[in-house]
């Protein structure tokens, strides 16, 4: 079973770029037929879909995000990560990665990162 | 900007049945939207129940099962058990591109 576990700064200040990676246990990121996602959600509020990525590298993200996301595969590592860039205090969040055996399904999830934007 | 709106919260008592229902911005949502259904407990990572409308996970009791009515993704509950008290929140694909609902929070009373 695909195991995932997000890794990152927790405190991120104004203005700077997010950076997480997820770090896959358990399988190959490049075994194909996965995309890995990820997935925020603010304290006390409901999940909000980022974005995600196949491993041939074709991705989709948010449209409210677009101009700020930016998901990536780093098969050597076995590890996909986020950038986030220009953040204010409204990207403050749980950060999950997930993912899921066929296009359109997310069956495994980590167990979240918080990261903070403050300065 | 596409909204998927969820029932803000349900209240069912043990061993009953409950549905819940997500609403597309753009209207009727069939198959090909993929609908999937989570579940969430507090201070936990979101757990996967459906995929593609109806289909269960290993993992998922038998007691839920998902459809399709009204042109709305739905997830009903049978015989409610307490450990079900829950956040539970849709994700629908447009495009390739998810949105989640505002998620339903049941109470089990």
């Given amino acids: ?119 | 900007q596409t909204v998927v709106t969820q029932e803000p919260s349900l209240t069912v008592s043990p061993g009953g049945t409950v549905t819940l229902t997500c609403a597309s911005s753009t209207g009727a949502v069939t198959s090909g939207y993929y609908p999937n259904w989570f579940q969430q407990k507090p201070g936990q990572a979101p757990r996967a129940l459906i995929y593609s409308t109806s289909n269960k996970h290993s993992w998922t009791p038998a007691r839920f099962s998902g459809s399709l009515l009204g042109g709305k993704p739905a997830l009903t509950l049978s015989g409610v058990q307490p450990e079900d008290e829950a956040e539970y929140y849709c994700l629908v694909y447009y495009g390739g591109a998810g949105v989640f609902g505002g998620g339903t929070k049941l109470t089990v009373l």
């Fill in chain 1, 1 to 119: 079973q695909v195991q995932l576990q997000e890794s990152g700064p927790g405190l991120v200040k104004p203005s700077q770029t997010l950076s997480l990676n997820c770090t896959v246990s358990g399988g190959s990121i490049s075994s194909g037929s996965y995309y890995w996602s990820w997935i925020r959600q603010p304290a006390g509020k409901g999940l909000e879909w980022i974005g995600r990525i196949y491993d041939s590298g074709s991705t989709y993200y948010n449209p409210s995000l677009k101009s700020r996301v930016t998901i990536s595969v780093d098969t050597s590592k076995n590890q996909f990560s986020l950038k986030l860039s220009s953040v204010t205090a409204a990207d403050t969040a749980v950060y999950y990665c997930a993912t899921g055996s066929g296009s359109y399904r997310t069956d495994y999830w980590g167990q979240g990162t918080l990261v903070t934007v403050s300065s």
